[in-house]
């Protein structure tokens, strides 16, 4: 910004949800993961404020988000946000930032992602290069994660379904048909700072046990490209199953992800596993050809599964 002009917002910005097909946790340890991104992910508007002096307020309504931008204010979203404006030469001061979203937060869709992208594009334009996006993104995932291996930023900045490997270029995945998957949400929040720190400890304390299984999961990853470049959907679902077999085995499951990948599977799913963080968060179903049989069953099991197509 030149000397003397006044940082500015644009008046909305959107990016995506994200969902990992396979690879989560490996990709902190620099293994392939793959992850699409949900194009119903947030929206921020910005509005200036009657006080140009008053601190910035970020207000999401369907994640019960209402914080006040000062230094003083140890909100985490709060820190983060400031984190990444600061990096974009963004405001601080005068604005009203809205978030509409029907994306749940803190459930393994990248909802923390999707604000950190949105905000860098309200300060820097959604046409922004995506590069500048993903690195002031970060700025605020790790107030939030500690440790990101930046899938969720990539993701929520780019959409599709991509190949992720942490510290290198990421490579998008063409989809010849769109890739038909079910969400399930657990309704169990959780932290992706304490899952990823308890993968950690395990690695730390079973170092070589725990190597093979992250080779295991970059195979999948691997079987997993080769499935979809083949639309070879119940080969897909195989591997969904074994990379929750793998995430069990790091220590991130939990009893109602396991009995919600088991229903899925009861019910006619191709595969289940859980996606993202896990601990609590959703488990992934890839339906079979009619997906409705799996969706009412888990309807009436009391669950309100989300359908989406994956596109490019
Ligand atoms: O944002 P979540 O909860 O979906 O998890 C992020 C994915 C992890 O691999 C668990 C962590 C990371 O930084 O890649």
């Not at 947030?42 to 914080?67: C, G, I, N």
């Not at 000062?70 to 820190?79: I, K, Q, R, Y």
């Not at 994660?145 to 929520?156: K, L, N, T, W, Y």
């Not at 295991?216 to 591997?239: H, M, P, T, V």
């Amino acid at each position: 910004m030149g000397p003397g002009m006044k940082p500015t917002l644009h008046s909305s910005a959107r990016a995506c949800g994200k969902i990992i097909v396979t690879g989560e946790h490996a990709v902190v340890y620099g293994c392939p993961a793959l992850a699409a991104g949900l194009p119903d992910g947030l929206t921020l508007h910005a509005e200036p404020l009657e006080d140009s002096r008053a601190p910035v307020r970020l207000t999401v309504e369907a994640w019960d988000l209402d914080v006040e931008l000062h230094p003083g204010n140890e909100h985490p979203v709060a820190a983060a946000a400031m984190a990444v404006l600061g990096f974009c030469d963004g405001p601080l001061q005068g604005w009203g930032i809205r978030g509409e979203t029907r994306l749940p937060s803190r459930a393994g869709l990248g909802s923390s992602a999707a604000l950190t992208v949105a905000l860098a594009r309200l300060a820097a334009g959604q046409d922004a290069p995506v590069g500048t996006i993903v690195e002031a993104s970060l700025c605020g995932e790790r107030v939030f994660h500690g440790e990101p291996s930046g899938i969720d930023s990539e993701v929520a900045a780019r959409g599709g379904l991509v190949r992720f490997v942490r510290g290198r270029s990421i490579e998008p995945i063409p989809l010849r048909n769109p890739l038909p998957l079910c969400i399930v949400p657990s309704n169990q929040p959780r932290s992706t700072a304490d899952q990823v720190a308890k993968v950690r400890h395990r690695y730390d304390r079973w170092t070589k046990p725990t190597r093979h299984i992250l080779d295991a999961f970059s195979a999948a990853s691997e079987a997993a490209e080769n499935a979809i470049n083949g639309n070879k959907l119940n080969d897909l679902g195989e591997i969904m199953d074994m990379v929750h077999g793998l995430l069990v085995a790091v220590g991130v499951s939990s009893p109602i992800l396991d009995a919600l990948c088991s229903a899925a599977r009861e019910h006619g799913a191709r595969g289940a596993k859980l996606t993202g963080a896990g601990g609590g968060g959703c488990i992934l179903a890839l339906p079979a050809d009619d997906p409705n049989p799996l969706l009412t069953a888990l309807r009436t099991e009391g669950w309100a599964p989300l359908s989406v197509d994956v596109a490019l």
